[in-house]
T-cell receptor, first 116, second 116 residues
Framework: AQTVTQSQPEMSVQEAETVTLSCTYD???????LFWYKQPPSRQMILVIR??????QNATENRFSVNFQKAAKSFSLKISDSQLGDTAMYFC?????????????FGKGTKLTVNP | GAVVSQHPSRVICKSGTSVKIECRSL??????MFWYRQFPKQSLMLMAT?????????EQGVEKDKFLINHASLTLSTLTVTSAHPEDSSFYIC????????????FGAGTRLSVL
């Protein structure tokens, strides 16, 4: 079974600085997808960024980028120029697509606080 | 991104009653919807996968007679918690997959269920 591990329960960063959230996963699959979701205090889950495992190039979305190391099964999220609105829980998630199954497996989350 | 509406956002009910939660995809058709449960300060756990026009697929340990899922149209899935008990109190979140963006799930804002 796939597992996703986020080793940092909580992190904090000063506004405008850069922070990196860690995520590792365990799978025997070769083709899969990885995601970072953000859950602010409103509890609405918001997709931040996604990465296809077959792509070597790291995904980037504005201030958000990932460092995808397939061999190491690592998928960290870097947030540049942190903003107060980035304060939220961040969940790393793994998905494989086999026979129509698209089950998302989430890590336990990292609570990020951006301080003014 | 695509919008998923979940209703109600909060419900309080007496033990033994049934509660229905609706999940609607507002601007896209969703052949597949997912229901998650999130305990306080924990991650999301998939309860079941809902496919339009067919029976839902439940995860191991989830009672299908307790959590009834109906996906009668391409834009609506419902979760009914039957004969609710205090231990069913939790945060329930639905998501829907947009056919145009494979493997991306868009989430509703969640429903907080409190059973007295």
């Amino acid at each position: 079974a796939q597992t996703v591990t986020q080793s940092q329960p909580e992190m904090s960063v000063q506004e405008a600085e850069t922070v990196t959230l860690s995520c590792t996963y365990d799978t025997s699959e070769n083709n899969y997808y990885l995601f970072w979701y953000k859950q602010p205090p409103s509890r609405q889950m918001i997709l931040v960024i996604r990465q296809e495992a077959y792509k070597q190039q790291n995904a980037t979305e504005n201030r958000f980028s990932v460092n995808f190391q397939k061999a190491a099964k690592s998928f960290s999220l870097k947030i540049s120029d942190s903003q107060l609105g980035d304060t939220a829980m961040y969940f790393c998630a793994f998905m494989k697509h086999v026979g129509g199954s698209e089950k998302l497996v989430f890590g336990k989350g990292t609570k990020l606080t951006v301080n003014p | 991104g695509a919008v998923v509406s979940q209703h109600p956002s909060r419900v309080i009910c007496k033990s033994g009653t049934s509660v229905k939660i609706e999940c609607r995809s507002l601007d896209f058709q969703a052949t597949t919807m997912f229901w998650y449960r999130q305990f306080p300060k924990q991650s999301l756990m998939l309860m079941a996968t809902s496919n339009e026009g067919s029976k839902a697929t439940y995860e191991q340990g989830v009672e299908k007679d307790k959590f009834l899922i109906n996906h009668a149209s391409l834009t609506l899935s419902t979760l009914t918690v039957t004969s609710a008990h205090p231990e069913d109190s939790s945060f329930y979140i639905c998501s829907a997959r947009s056919g145009g963006e494979v493997f991306i799930q868009y989430f509703g804002a969640g429903t907080r269920l409190s059973v007295l």
